[in-house]
C-alpha cells in the first residue's frame, strides 16, 4: 500500500463551488504539506502543519484552506473555485530532522 | 531567500547516450539539494540529496549529480538514458534559512529517442 495517499485522484468542478482534497498517510511523519504544480513553474507551497496544532501558510495560500485532522491526516479546500485554481495538488510529509519529503500520487483538479 | 533555476526546460537525447540536466541554485546558508523524478501520471520520487557530505551524490537507476559550490551549481547526469528515463525531472533546494522548506526549480522535461 502506498505510504502517502490523495483523494479523489482527478475532480471536475465548477466556479464557485467548495472543494476539499484529502490526503492520508501511513509513515508516522508529523510534518505535511499541500503544493500545486502549474507547468513551467514546479511545485508551490500552500499550506504546511508541523503537528495537529500547527498550521501555516506557504507561497500561495489565498484561496485555499486547510485542516489538519490528525496526525495522519490534512485536508486542503477551496471554499469557491475559480478557474486558475486548475492545477495538480500534491501532497507530501516528512518526519522529524530529515529535510526528504515523501509526495502522494496527486490529484488533478480542473475549475470550469 | 533561496531559489533554483533549471537552465533547461526541455531535453531531448537518444537512447544510449548521456543525459546532462543542469540547475544553478541560490542559498544563504549551506544548502540541501534535490533531485526529484516524476512520471507521467505519478507522484515525486527521490533520485537523489545531497547534505554536506560527499560533494558527489549517486542516487537510483545510475543517477549522480555534483554539488559545485563554487558555481552554485548541482546538474544531473547519466551516462547512458533508457527509454524508461523520460519523465520530468525538478532540482531543489533547502535551507536553514527558510525553515528547511522545500523551493522548487521549474523543472525540466527529458525525451529520449529511440
Known amino acids: 500500500d502506498a505510504d502517502v495517499t490523495q483523494t479523489p485522484r482527478n475532480r471536475i468542478t465548477k466556479t464557485g463551488k467548495r472543494i476539499m482534497l484529502e490526503c492520508s498517510q501511513t509513515?508516522?511523519?508529523?510534518?505535511m504539506y499541500w503544493y500545486r504544480q502549474d507547468p513551467g513553474l514546479g511545485l508551490r507551497l500552500i499550506y504546511y502543519s508541523f503537528d495537529v496544532k500547527d498550521i501555516n501558510k506557504g507561497e500561495i495560500s489565498d484561496g485555499y484552506s486547510v485542516s489538519r485532522q490528525a496526525q495522519a491526516k490534512f485536508s486542503l479546500s477551496l471554499e469557491s473555485a475559480i478557474p486558475n485554481q486548475t492545477a495538480l495538488y500534491f501532497c507530501?510529509?516528512?518526519?522529524?530532522?530529515?529535510?526528504?519529503?515523501?509526495f502522494g500520487p496527486g490529484t488533478r483538479l480542473t475549475v470550469l | 531567500a533561496q531559489s533554483v533555476t533549471q537552465l533547461d526546460s526541455h531535453v531531448s537525447v537518444s537512447e544510449g547516450t548521456p543525459v546532462l540536466l543542469r540547475c544553478n541554485y541560490s542559498s544563504s546558508y549551506s544548502p540541501s539539494l534535490f533531485w526529484y523524478v516524476q512520471h507521467p501520471n505519478k507522484g515525486l520520487q527521490l533520485l537523489l540529496k545531497?547534505?554536506?557530505?560527499?560533494?558527489l551524490v549517486k542516487g537510483i537507476n545510475g543517477f549522480e549529480a555534483e554539488f559545485k559550490k563554487s558555481e552554485t551549481s548541482f546538474h544531473l547526469t547519466k551516462p547512458s538514458a533508457h527509454m524508461s528515463d523520460a519523465a520530468e525531472y525538478f532540482c531543489?533546494?533547502?535551507?536553514?534559512?527558510?525553515?528547511?522548506?522545500?523551493?522548487f526549480g521549474g523543472g525540466t522535461r527529458l525525451m529520449v529517442k529511440p
Open positions: 545531497y547534505t554536506s557530505a560527499a560533494t
Open positions: 507530501a510529509t516528512s518526519g522529524g530532522l530529515a529535510y526528504e519529503q515523501f
Open positions: 509513515k508516522g511523519h508529523d510534518r
Open positions: 531543489v533546494v533547502s535551507d536553514l534559512g527558510a525553515g528547511n522548506m522545500l523551493t
